[in-house]
């Protein structure tokens, strides 16, 4: 703990190197308008910059030059608004400092980066995250507990986990110029082990992240279901008479006969219901709420929302959220706006390092049949075949957008939608850094987000390369 200690003290006078700085601009800003006194609280008009996932293993801010334009001008967008949010999907810490180690489960990769990743972030403008996903408990415990201090370090306010599930389901509270910002975070995308438990009187709690469970019933049709059950006679879950009509374990599930081959999703109640709770009661605690999840359902690979996440969100904009942001299928999805306030259904990726983390623990070479002797650049040539295959094969998973919603209150005023381009054609060393997007990367990510959000009720004009929605366009309710 001596060398952590050593380092947060590095970094908190780094930090508080840039704070004075913001404080110095921020002090100019307001001698500009001298003579206008804003009151916090429920009336003000404030804005806030939201991004998607942030894998982030390299530094960003030397990019922060008059020879990067499109990287100065994407972090005066953040650092315009009144806060910044986006998902940290990843751990932070020094690999030669880490008293724990990677677990056997983790969320499909092993994200970590330095704590200067931290620094970083609150440099460019970010000032909550979202600490609640598939990949909170890839180094275990040690890792989440060292990544919520360095955050806490750097003063970034961080919901979605704790030392029990009372805790991990609590908000953070960010306190701004303009008012208090309630953040609830939370996971439908999530390994078993990451889930918290509860306290009891009699025994603690379990660390981990605030989960929302999704129950998930495999149905087949009449048909189907009498022919799996004729190819296996003994996978019955029940005998003698109801044995007719019992549901089949098979390929690790329980299969039912229904009217339809579907899956039918349900959210659990328990988990559901406390969400809920802690919504309402962050809107008495605070000006706004804002509600996040991660969310890869019902998968990477799809555009569309499913329709329990539809009705779940506007459940929490009812509970009193301002907006809800959804991150976690690594690519974009559609806004709707539900009752004058946005629901973004995923910012996709915001940084997207997931290509140079380096080292990795040994049983993920295994996987993919490597020998002692290989090391990181191996295993992304394995996994996605030298670029043929997976993310780096596909420019969508590196083009998302920078939304900037503005409100009076509680009520949407704006949304600006910047497009965000993570360089898909970079090199491996700064392939998923983002910046402002040009040309007909610029195009194509207008193009996509229009037609999403058209299909959800939503119409968006593009102005000077630019998405723009305004009161007005056609809203769902």
């Known amino acids: 703990m001596k060398r952590l200690h050593s380092w947060s003290v590095l970094l908190l006078a780094t930090f508080l190197v840039v704070r004075f700085a913001s404080s110095v601009a921020t002090q100019g800003k307001d001698a500009a308008k001298k003579g206008v006194e804003v009151i916090p609280g429920p009336d003000v008009s ?21 020879t990067d334009p499109r990287f100065r001008e994407m972090v005066k967008v953040i650092k315009g608004a009144d806060a910044g949010f986006l998902n940290l999907e990843q751990s932070l810490f020094r690999q030669s ?27 460019m403008g970010f000032t909550m995250v979202n600490r609640a996903n598939n990949h909170t408990t890839d180094y275990g415990v040690e890792g989440l507990r060292v990544t919520d201090k360095w955050l806490d370090e750097v003063g970034i306010v961080h919901a979605g986990t704790g030392m029990n599930l009372g805790q991990a389901s609590r908000p953070g509270y960010l306190d701004t110029a303009k008012g208090r910002i309630a953040l609830v975070g939370f996971a439908t995308t999530f390994t078993n082990m990451s889930r918290a438990g509860a306290a009891r009187n009699d ?58 081959t579907r899956v039918v999703e349900t959210l659990n109640k328990e988990d559901e219901d406390r969400i809920l709770r802690e919504i309402k009661n962050a809107a008495q605690m605070a000006d706004f709420v804002i509600v996040t999840s991660h ?17 779940f969100t506007h459940k929490c904009i009812d509970a009193g959220a301002v907006a809800y942001i959804i991150h976690g299928p690594h690519q974009l999805r559609g806004v709707e706006i ?37 090391l990181s650049a191996d295993v992304y040539d394995a996994r996605f075949k030298n670029g043929t295959t997976g993310f ?3 420019p969508w998973w590196y083009q998302t957008i920078l939304a900037v919603p503005s409100f009076r209150g509680t009520q949407l005023t704006e949304i600006k939608m910047y497009p965000v381009d993570l360089q898909w054609k970079a090199p491996r060393s700064q392939r998923g850094s983002p910046r402002l997007a040009a040309g007909q990367t610029q195009k194509d990510i207008i ?10 009720g939503t119409t968006l004009a593009s102005e000077n390369g630019v998405l723009m929605w305004r009161p007005g366009s056609r809203a769902s309710q």
């Open 392 to 394: 780096p094969s596909a």
């Open 97 to 123: 400092e880490f008293k724990g180690w990677a677990e056997v489960e983790n969320g499909g990769n092993y994200e970590v980066g330095p704590p200067e990743v931290a620094l970083d972030l609150k440099a």
């Open 46 to 66: 404030w804005s806030l910059a939201a991004a998607g996932d942030a894998i982030m293993n390299r530094r960003l801010m030397p990019f922060d030059n008059d």
């Open 295 to 311: 969310s890869h359902e019902p998968g990477n690979d799809s555009r569309v929302p499913p329709a329990w996440m539809k009705e």
């Open 338 to 374: 539900y009752k004058g306030r946005p629901i973004f259904y995923s910012l996709g990726n915001f940084v997207f390092h997931n290509e140079t983390i380096d080292p990795m623990p040994a049983d993920y070479y295994e996987g993919f049949n490597l020998s002692d002797n290989a």
């Open 203 to 260: 025994m603690p709690g379990r660390p981990g992240l605030n989960p929302l469970r999704v129950n998930r019933r495999y149905e087949v049709d009449a048909a189907t279901f009498a022919a799996l059950k004729a190819a296996a006679p003994n996978r019955s879950e029940s005998s003698g008479e109801r044995a007719e009509n019992a549901p089949l374990r098979m390929f690790g599930a329980t299969i039912h006969e229904g009217p339809e």
């Open 447 to 456: 193009e996509r987000m229009t037609k999403m959000s058209s299909d959800l």
